[in-house]
């Protein structure tokens, strides 16, 4: 489990670093700003994932709904190892889920039994 956290928080590290240099590429060089980061070997993360969309929520696949949900992660990433620094923090929100209903009009809506966590 530990080693599957690690790889998903080492690819946002990875997406959210090439999406800062792309975004220093579109703008005019920043020297002053660039030798800060030139001279950081340790960066702080707050990361938040959002999501809002219709999702099926049915086994059979027949049961939609209009879901959100959001997760927030915090962690220390040391660039000269390339490793994390101390333990990263997890945030799950509880998932809401609004307007059930059946891709066929004329059935009626699932009925969830439990909480749904997407």
């Known amino acids: 489990m530990l080693l599957g ?5 080492t690819a946002c590290v ?13 703008q005019q060089m920043d020297m002053e700003a660039m030798m ?10 707050h990361i938040i994932g959002e ?17 959100t949900d959001r997760v927030v992660i915090d962690l220390t990433w040391k660039l000269s190892e390339a490793k994390l620094v ?4 997890f945030e799950n929100s509880k998932s809401a889920v609004a307007n059930l209903r059946d891709r066929e009009a004329s059935c009626l809506p699932p ?3 439990g909480e749904y966590d997407h």
């Open 5 to 9: 956290i690690r790889t998903t928080i």
């Open 14 to 26: 990875l997406l959210a670093s090439s999406g800062l240099s792309a975004q220093l590429k579109a």
């Open 36 to 45: 800060r980061w030139a001279a950081a070997d340790v960066v702080r993360y």
């Open 51 to 67: 999501y809002e969309g219709q999702t099926t929520i049915a086994s059979d696949a027949s049961g939609l709904a209009d879901v």
């Open 86 to 89: 101390g333990t990263p923090s």
């Open 111 to 113: 009925i969830l039994k």
